[in-house]
């Protein structure tokens, strides 16, 4: 999809519709104008203009075309709105329906693009148009949702405030007011009043246990919000005492309450479980200015600055290590269990914690731009993406409790009216009870913390997954490819053959193909100038021209050198020989003669071949590596690793195309997965169903590029991923099928009259307990 640019321009003095629309004819037929526009109404000419247009001109030709059309017109450029997004935390909102019918209400605010909120992290981002409208909207969501969820504190940090002395009061009173109804309760069971006497007092109880969720439920009604987990608790109870069945209803309420503060603590354990694994932030950083060191926050150190990092502090930003000696704990980032030698000149990542020595470190990045804030960022924007089974989840919680609330209503009339000697008191206390299990709290809880628990044990294993839809498509992988250089092996090359033609001398090959590469930054050239020994002259290089996927042309001491692969020489129609040896060939010619060839081999990682095999004993049925080396360099990887096969001598736009043609015989339902870490590897990581980069070492278009990063650049991490991604949907499926099922046989039950509410509120508070408890297993994967 082609980029445009949009501006809009104010055309004052525009009085004539027939100028209108001879300026909108001429303006949209200028070279770079993709489309024109001028509404006569609000005098607004509206341009959309090509990615390599230049706006001014395009403006100075505008206005020139207006004038000659009307000399009044003055063409003055509009300020277009710009988008804004702002994030909120939610913190206390301990109910999924609550939250979908925050993120509902937010959306539909005029303004606002998107809202969107994040169960697992309290996390509620919210998009608009125009970025000046961003308080005024934010403080309006605010107001609404204080009015919809009292309760709630809103946040912009993620950090609560400190308790006012009204909330603890506040809560004191709740829970006074709770143990007191409870006291009454047993009261009224041991002893034995007189009915009226009885009424009362479970009548009391009920009010200090369940008044508080009467009177939501009958807020919400208010608001049009009927179907929540107070409207049904609220009925059963009420319908309960209607029908008689007073200390059942104060005890179904209790039994409710009491669920409902331990499920609030499985469902703040289980956030704390999985904030706790990225609680890798560092809080400050030692600044050392002049002969003095300040303590200050790491948003306020710059590039070239030096800061000191003492034994046990963590490294609060990107940086090189200038004195000291020490080793560096990286678990945190990598999820390597062995510490790194840190001595002057390493490259320090944030994050990392320093075990003993006193490292004084020089900042190469910002900390906006740092490795912590990026895993941070990832991380923390990863639930946003949602699975498959999640928006499964969402859409059949909406519809799930309605058709349920319905089945009760039709249970509570219909089978006294058909069934002779059916009583609507029986059948209404069955329907009851067939509501209070209806609430599907525990898929919509327990399935978002499950995906955002794997997401998490994933990143202490150091593995970055961008959502949870990727982790959800890691159980499916058909086809692994690989990219080989930096990949499935090293990338430090070293020269191991030079042949030389009939008249030529190694040393001459190797000094014409050092001087050829003299600008390279590929690992390639710069093994060539490792073994050429010495600087070389580059006075003796002129008329430097780089040949994509192919090579170079350059002048060497006024002769023309090609130095590439063996496409070049063909290309050049230079008559070339293979060389016996077997790795990467940099071919030479001179003068439009073919010279020899320099061989440079690329060891294979020693994770690479373990890595392959995992792969085929989990279930992945095809291996395949794409790579722009030579046939037999590339065969000989492949064939060492046990790859099932191998494709050579690509460019970059051809391994998108290979990548195209595999991606046609990937089996039906299976995923296509891409692991490379170079720059080039970019447009293949977008293509691919699921993209991997290789982060350690790996540039940053293809970690911006991929959905997965590992943080280290072992390919077997891809491996680990995938064993988590499957515990991970174990753990969503097994709390799908023990919810729906316990559900389904107490409703059944229900129906017959053999379930109680007891069992009922089991099958709602307890059954989601349990499941939020199985969720905080998918941090744990070995």
Not at 181 to 200: K, R, T
Not at 248 to 257: R, T
Not at 683 to 703: E, F, K, N, Q, Y
């Amino acid at each position: 999809m082609m980029a445009t640019i949009r501006k809009q321009y104010e055309l004052e003095g525009l009085c004539c519709g027939n100028c209108a629309a001879k300026i909108e004819k001429e303006v949209g037929g200028l070279n770079g104008v993709l489309g024109a526009n001028v509404d006569f109404a609000s005098k607004l000419l509206t341009v959309e203009l090509a990615e390599q247009a230049i706006p001014e001109n395009i403006a100075d030709q505008a206005r020139k075309i207006s004038k000659r059309h009307d000399s009044d017109i003055e063409l003055k450029e509009k300020e277009l709105p710009q988008a804004g997004k702002r994030v909120m935390y939610l913190l206390g909102l301990d109910c999924a329906d609550c939250a979908k019918r925050i993120e509902t209400a937010v959306s539909r605010m005029d303004g606002i693009q998107s809202a969107s909120i994040d169960f697992a992290t309290q996390k509620l981002t919210i998009e608009v148009s125009d970025k000046g409208s961003l308080a005024v909207l934010a403080r309006q969501a605010a107001q609404m949702i204080k009015e919809m969820e009292p309760d709630v504190e809103i946040s912009y940090t993620g950090k609560a405030a400190e308790e006012t002395p009204d909330a603890i009061k506040k809560h004191r009173l709740r829970q006074i007011g709770l143990i007191t109804g409870a006291v009454l309760f047993v009261i009224g069971m041991v002893s034995p009043f007189s009915q009226p006497v009885e009424f009362v007092l479970f009548l009391i109880s009920y009010l200090l246990v369940g008044g508080e969720v009467v009177l939501r439920a009958v807020k919400n009604i208010a608001k049009g919000q009927v179907f929540d987990e107070n409207f049904l608790m609220s009925v059963a109870t009420v319908g309960a005492f209607a029908i008689g069945d007073f200390a059942e209803g104060v005890a179904v309420m209790l039994f409710y309450q009491v669920g409902e503060f331990f499920q609030n603590r499985a469902v703040n354990r289980s956030r704390k479980s999985i904030s706790a694994l990225m609680d890798i932030r560092p809080d400050y950083a030692n600044l050392k200015i002049g002969g003095e060191v300040k303590k200050v926050s790491p948003e306020e150190v710059g590039i070239g600055d030096l800061i000191l990092i003492r034994p046990g502090e963590r490294v609060p930003l990107d940086g090189r290590v200038i004195e000291g000696t020490s080793s560096v704990d990286t678990a945190a980032l990598t999820g390597e269990s062995l510490p790194r030698d840190a001595e002057p000149g390493t490259e320090l990542l944030s994050g990392s914690v320093n075990k003993n020595g006193l490292l004084t470190v020089e900042v190469t990045r910002e900390f906006g731009e740092s490795t912590v804030t990026k895993i941070l960022d990832l991380v923390q924007n990863a639930s946003s993406q949602k699975a498959p089974t999640e928006n499964f989840i969402t859409k059949f919680a909406r519809y799930y409790t309605p058709v349920v609330v319905f089945a009760a209503l039709a249970l509570a009339v219909i089978p006294p009216l058909v069934i002779p000697g059916a009583s609507f008191t029986q059948w209404i206390n069955r329907a009851l009870t067939f509501l209070v299990v209806s609430c599907p709290c525990a898929l919509v809880i327990s399935i978002p913390l499950s995906f955002f628990g794997g997401i998490g044990g994933a990143s202490k294993k150091g593995i970055l997954v961008k959502g949870s839809n990727y982790l959800e498509a890691l159980n499916n992988v058909d086809t692994v490819v690989f990219d080989k250089t930096g990949t499935l092996t090293k990338g430090s090359f070293k020269v191991t053959q030079i042949n030389a033609s009939k008249g030529w001398t190694q040393d001459e090959i190797l000094s014409y193909a050092a001087h050829a590469e003299l600008y390279s930054s590929h690992p390639i050239a710069a093994s060539i100038r490792e073994a050429y020994g010495r600087e070389p002259d580059a006075a003796q290089v002129a008329d430097y021209e780089e040949i994509s996927g192919k090579g170079v042309r350059v002048k060497v001491n006024g002769k023309t050198v090609l130095a590439g692969n063996g496409k070049l020489m063909e290309a050049e129609k230079i008559e070339w020989q293979a060389p016996s040896k077997t790795g990467t060939v940099v071919y030479l010619a001179v003068d439009g003669a073919f010279a020899g060839s320099v061989v440079i081999s690329d060891e294979i990682k020693p994770d690479s071949k373990l890595a392959i095999q995992s792969l085929k004993a989990i279930g992945v049925r095809n291996t395949v590596m794409l790579t722009g080396d030579s046939r037999a360099a590339g065969e000989g990887v492949a064939k060492e690793l046990g790859l099932d096969a191998v494709y050579t001598e690509l460019l970059p736009q051809q391994k998108v195309e290979q990548m195209e043609a595999l991606s046609n015989q990937v089996a039906k339902g299976g995923k296509l997965v891409f692991i490379g870490d170079g720059i080039n590897d970019a447009p293949v990581l977008a293509r691919a169903d699921v993209g991997v980069a290789m982060g350690g070492l790996g540039s940053d278009a293809a970690i911006e590029a991929a959905d997965v990063v590992l943080m280290t650049d072992e390919p077997s991490k891809l491996v680990a991923a995938i064993r988590i991604a499957k515990k991970t949907r174990s753990i969503v499926w097994q709390n799908i099928l023990f919810a729906l099922g316990v559900k389904i046989v107490i409703l059944v039950l229900a129906a017959f009259g053999i379930a109680t509410m007891w069992a009922a509120v089991f099958g709602d508070v307890g059954v989601t307990i349990i499941a939020v408890l199985n969720a905080i297993r998918a941090t744990r994967t070995k």
